[in-house]
T-cell receptor, first 109, second 115 residues
Framework: RKEVEQDPGPFNVPEGATVAFNCTYS??????FFWYRQDCRKEPKLLMS???SGNEDGRFTAQLNRASQYISLLIRDSKLSDSATYLC??????????FGKGTMLLVSP | EAGVTQFPSHSVIEKGQTVTLRCDPI?????LYWYRRVMGKEIKFLLH????????ESGMPNNRFLAERTGGTYSTLKVQPAELEDSGVYFC?????????????FGPGTRLTVT
């Protein structure tokens, strides 16, 4: 079983739509959780950290359920520029990041 | 401020040859990481330096891979001899000194193709 599992998509949505991505992780010792964004042939960039209390950054909302080992990302009012691959990432200890394969989002006009 | 830089951006070599990848972290970042993405797979951790010391090299696939960070500044990752399965994108990342939840900033990657 993969340590971090994501639906690879692609998710095809029109501009203005709301889209949700889910992710599960297998190691209950994981301590920190993130969503990264990766554009085609570019490096991953941190989108937001994920906290148990849930956190919001503009149109983006992330949620963590430690009991279910489940992480989510909600994007409201999708923009064309949101088209990218969204990587679910967990961290154990102080350094090592463990990545999911990513979920591809395509926002169309 | 300059971000993480990597050289070369692309490398095409034949099986059995040697390739050396270089990473320059953000100035002042003590932590330096190497990751790799093989086609169709997720990005995977290779190793972690704190300054010039290897903190964790549990992700290194085998002894054909050698990473160094002399002087605690830039790092090199040498693959010798390269095999077909080494093809992929090699990312370097750096983060601030000390332990904690500091953001890791990624470089643009080196795309390695072994033919």
């Amino acid at each position: 079983r993969k340590e971090v599992e994501q639906d690879p998509g692609p998710f095809n949505v029109p501009e203005g739509a709301t889209v949700a991505f889910n992710c599960t992780y297998s190691n209950s010792a994981s301590q920190s959780f993130f969503w990264y964004r990766q554009d085609c042939r570019k490096e991953p960039k941190l989108l937001m950290s994920v906290y148990s209390s849930g956190n919001e950054d503009g149109r983006f909302t992330a949620q963590l359920n430690r009991a279910s080992q489940y992480i989510s990302l909600l994007i409201r009012d999708s923009k064309l520029s949101d088209s990218a691959t969204y990587l679910c990432v967990v961290k154990r200890g102080y350094s090592t990041l463990t990545f999911g394969k990513g979920t591809m989002l395509l926002v169309s006009p | 401020e300059a971000g993480v830089t990597q050289f070369p951006s692309h490398s095409v070599i034949e099986k059995g040859q040697t390739v050396t990848l270089r990473c320059d972290p953000i100035s002042g970042h003590d932590n330096l990481y190497w990751y790799r993405r093989v086609m169709g797979k997720e990005i995977k951790f290779l190793l972690h330096f704190v300054k010039e010391s290897k903190q964790d090299e549990s992700g290194m696939p085998n002894n054909r891979f050698l990473a160094e960070r002399t002087g605690g500044t830039y790092s090199t990752l040498k693959v010798q001899p390269a095999e077909l399965e080494d093809s992929g994108v090699y990312f370097c990342a750096s983060s601030q000194r000390g332990q904690g939840s500091y953001e890791q900033y990624f470089g643009p990657g080196t795309r390695l193709t072994v033919t």
